[in-house]
């Protein structure tokens, strides 16, 4: 007689880790094929080859599109095991820093690496909002999570040093200028380098938020 399935095995530390690990690796080849294909021409198939797995599994991890390109675009956005960004130990570093011109070029630098990961996915998510209203919530909520993080860094830079503006004013300059569209309009339109764009929208930030 066969041998019985230990349901226990089912479940086991190196069973999850190894789903983990297929989960991830679709993940990342999610974001590869939507930010080179679009959102609507992005096939599951291609998904799964690009990832090594069998196409059912990708289904089975993520059921439809909208689930892949929003994990794709969480895990870009993040870039760290941790998950949540307010996790993350470069969000922490530059909430942190005392110097508020060193702050404001830590965040520079933050919004270049979260950028070179994810700018075009987001650019992928943003020409899909008209065209797919099951796209709008995650749009809505990228940006949403962006103007909280700077709502917060705003308050941790007025406890450092005097304003141009109130803190309200501060998030909504942080915010608007830190967007991924002007990251791959200057990377893509305006020749910048990541490195240039990163000096760039330091020196912008600081311009436009500490007095003179």
């Given at each position: 007689?066969?041998?019985?399935?230990?349901?226990?095995?089912?479940?086991?530390?190196?069973?999850?880790?190894?789903?983990?690990?297929?989960?991830a690796r679709i993940i990342h080849?999610?974001?590869?094929?939507?930010?080179d294909s679009g959102y609507e021409r992005a096939r599951i198939e291609?998904?799964?080859k690009q990832a090594g797995v069998a196409y059912?599994?990708?289904?089975?991890?993520?059921?439809?599109?909208?689930?892949l390109?929003?994990?794709?675009?969480e895990a870009a956005m993040t870039g760290g095991a941790e998950g949540q960004v307010e996790r993350q130990a470069w969000w922490l570093e530059q909430l942190d820093e005392p110097d508020p011109q060193r702050q404001l070029r830590l965040i520079a630098r933050n919004a270049?690496?979260?950028?070179?990961?994810?700018?075009?996915?987001?650019?992928?998510?943003?020409?899909?909002?008209?065209?797919?209203?099951?796209?709008?919530?995650?749009?809505?909520?990228?940006?949403?999570?962006?103007?909280?993080?700077?709502?917060?860094?705003?308050?941790?830079?007025?406890?450092?040093?005097?304003?141009?503006?109130?803190?309200?004013h501060t998030a909504r300059t942080l915010w608007a200028l830190s967007a991924p569209e002007l990251y791959v309009m200057q990377i893509d339109g305006g020749g910048l380098t990541p490195g240039r764009y990163e000096r760039w929208l330091g020196d912008l930030l600081i311009a436009a938020i500490l007095p003179s």
């Open positions: 007689m066969p041998e019985s399935v230990n349901p226990r095995s089912q479940n086991s530390p190196l069973r999850r880790e190894q789903a983990a690990a297929t989960r080849a999610a974001a590869i094929v939507f930010a291609d998904i799964a059912p599994t990708v289904y089975k991890a993520f059921a439809n599109k909208p689930n390109l929003r994990a794709a675009v270049r690496r979260i950028y070179d990961r994810a700018g075009r996915l987001l650019e992928v998510v943003r020409a899909t909002v008209a065209r797919d209203e099951s796209i709008q919530s995650l749009w809505q909520a990228v940006n949403d999570d962006r103007l909280a993080r700077s709502t917060t860094t705003a308050k941790a830079l007025a406890t450092k040093t005097k304003l141009r503006t109130g803190v309200p």
